[in-house]
């Protein structure tokens, strides 16, 4: 059963935990006109852009609807626990190091499964991703610039690249973006868990994929007979078609890039469209 991921996603208190990347986020929340309360966590600061520091995790008023993970790989796994525990709404993992880069030994597929027995009945997005844009209310879980605007309706991009995001909330053109959220390595929460609740969302009118890996297809086929029911058409950018393309998408977010043909054909019975 997928996760509820509307207090992540729409969330009315932020806690934030880590140094420089944290207080980018905090940044881009001031700037969105979050209106909701914001928590960052640092055991030594006094505060960040203004808002005073709480010392640790036990020190937060109320189990926070959503969470910027943004320390190391082995403290994040820590506080994920912590957050799950006391009922947190969910978090976005920053880090990287897990399944990513276990090719290089690192012990990152272990680690990626402690997260993910951490997090518990807990949603998480990532790791090794930047988090979530809603610009239907203001909120920018984001560690970075973006380019959306707020609107009333709009359609909601969703990947694993984070970067890949940020260049397509800065285009010129198209239509409103409603939501832009990153998946990372998806250990936990999948690209289609997160258009399956999209879906359900009245202010969102299409949901566009950026794809490195499918993950579970069944949950893909799932996804896709929910759209078609809503009436929301469903794109799709399938990047590792060329070998080189199989091996960047493999280290970038460990996610295996099957076959250019099998994929396509595959979208295709789906009924998502499929853009170059």
Request: charged letters at 20%; aromatic letters at 4%.
């Amino acid at each position: 059963m997928s996760k509820n991921l509307d207090r992540l996603l729409r969330p009315k208190s932020i806690a934030l935990f880590g140094g420089a990347w944290a207080e980018n986020v905090i940044v881009q929340l001031q700037k969105s006109g979050f209106e909701g309360n914001i928590w960052p966590v640092h055991p030594k600061r006094e505060s960040i852009c203004d808002i005073p520091c709480l010392r640790d995790i036990s020190e937060l008023p109320s189990p926070p609807d959503a969470n910027f993970v943004g320390v190391n790989r082995e403290l994040s796994i820590g506080i994920i626990r912590k957050l799950s525990e006391m009922g947190a709404g969910g978090a976005t993992c920053f880090a990287s190091g897990f399944l990513e880069s276990d090719a290089e030994g690192t012990g990152g597929a272990d680690l990626q499964t402690q997260l993910v027995e951490a997090a518990g009945k807990m949603p998480i997005l990532g790791p090794n991703c930047y988090g979530l844009i809603n610009y239907l209310d203001n909120v920018a879980l984001w560690p970075d610039q973006h380019g959306g605007r707020p609107c009333e309706r709009g359609v909601a991009i969703i990947g694993q690249s984070s970067n890949v995001l940020i260049n397509m909330t800065m285009q010129k053109r198209g239509l409103p973006i409603a939501y832009a959220i990153a998946a990372g390595n998806q250990a936990q929460t999948s690209l289609t868990d997160i258009a399956s609740h999209l879906l359900e969302d009245d202010r969102v009118s299409a949901i566009g994929l950026y794809i490195e890996g499918f993950g579970d297809i069944r949950k893909l086929e799932t996804m896709s007979e929910k759209a078609r029911k809503v009436g929301k058409p469903v794109v799709a950018i399938k990047t590792g078609k060329s070998e080189k393309s199989k091996l960047a998408t493999l280290t970038h977010t460990a996610s295996l890039a099957g076959g250019a043909a099998a994929s396509s054909a595959l979208m295709k019975r789906l009924g998502i469209v499929e853009v170059g």
